[in-house]
């Protein structure tokens, strides 16, 4: 949902239920002490944030020849690639790819890209019904609600919301809040509409450059599960998340689950490398304002960590073209990014 919205008034609102705000003030915070925790346990934690942030440095500083690494590389593993200026060139590749097959059914694991783009309400509004796979971004969808944050969809909501909502839309428990149930609950009902799509979609955490790889890292298996039961399967990659070899990836991937979840590893992180017999594999990569911010290197490493593009009490999305003036309106214009502490 894009458009101007009360930020201040949607969270005053929000923290009016009492029973609301101390769930959401003690997950908050419990989410944080684990990823300190995490973080200590690690000696050279500091050193690994920063080499981090030299490679995604030197990978924007020479983006475009990256890029075309990658392309190169993904062709030879039989991956189809697409170039999108911005996101409705993006959403009108993915719709004539699915077009092209015939597609009626699409199943996706969680992206920030296609939320940024606006992908599912342009599908739907074509005829093709989409089913969020992630179980917080699911929960969000049978809410009609976007997702609250980038790691945890569905945080600001309690067990006892959750089983209601389920009750409701699945005809379940409404008085089990217990979590094994509910995931059981949306497990039962999200494996067949898997096992039925015609087609699966992802995002991307990283893309190699040397392997032509789509890298996701997920706690659930949806994006295994999206991208390998369908014979077609769509990427939706935005040009940043390019990094230049394996040897890189494995840096980011000790800071990156510690960081969002506070776990040493995640439970699947997994690379597609080419299509499934019989079947395509198409990778579309996206500007939609990169570009140009990419000019300054600093800045898109802030829009890395900071923009946290879609959040429920924004009720809205925040394109890359105003990134560097968000920076710029939080922190002043002569504020290196890494000042802040992330």
């Not at 509004?125 to 976007?146: C, F, K, S, Y």
Request: charged share 20%.
């Amino acid at each position: 949902m894009s458009g101007v919205v009360n930020q201040a008034a949607n969270a005053a609102k929000f923290i009016e239920d009492r029973t609301h705000e101390a769930h959401f003030d003690e997950l908050l915070w419990m989410i944080r002490q684990k990823r300190d925790e995490a973080a200590l346990q690690v000696p050279e934690w500091e050193q690994l944030r920063d080499l981090a942030s030299a490679i995604k440095e030197h990978t924007l500083s020479n983006l475009a020849d990256y890029l075309e690494n990658f392309e190169a590389n993904a062709k030879k593993n039989g991956a189809i690639i697409h170039w999108a200026r911005d996101a409705h060139e993006h959403n009108q590749i993915v719709y004539d790819i699915l077009q092209s097959w015939k597609v009626a059914t699409v199943v996706k694991s969680k992206s920030m890209l296609t939320e940024e783009c606006e992908t599912l309400p342009f599908l739907e509004r074509r005829g093709i019904a989409v089913t969020e796979t992630d179980l917080g971004e699911r929960i969000q969808q049978l809410d009609h609600e976007p997702p609250a944050h980038i790691v945890a969809p569905a945080w600001q909501k309690t067990l006892q919301d959750i089983a209601t909502l389920f009750g409701k839309i699945y005809g379940s428990d409404s008085a089990n809040a217990d979590p094994v149930y509910l995931a059981r609950v949306m497990r039962v009902h999200t494996r067949a509409l898997i096992l039925q799509a015609d087609a699966g979609m992802t995002g991307a955490n990283f893309a190699v450059a040397e392997t032509g790889a789509i890298v996701t890292v997920t706690n659930e298996g949806n994006a295994d599960l999206s991208g390998n039961t369908p014979k077609l399967r769509i990427h939706s990659v935005g040009i940043e998340k390019i990094i230049p070899k394996n040897e890189h990836l494995a840096v980011f991937i000790r800071l990156l689950t510690r960081s969002a979840t506070g776990n040493p590893i995640t439970q699947y992180t997994s690379h597609f490398i080419g299509p499934r017999e019989g079947g395509e594999m198409h990778i579309v990569l996206v500007d939609n304002g990169r570009s140009g911010t990419a000019r300054n290197g600093k800045v898109l490493a802030f829009t890395e960590v900071y923009s946290m593009r879609c959040v429920h009490e924004h009720l809205s999305c925040i394109s890359p073209q105003r990134w560097p003036q968000l920076w710029v309106h939080l922190h002043g214009a002569n504020r290196h990014h890494h000042d802040a502490d992330v």
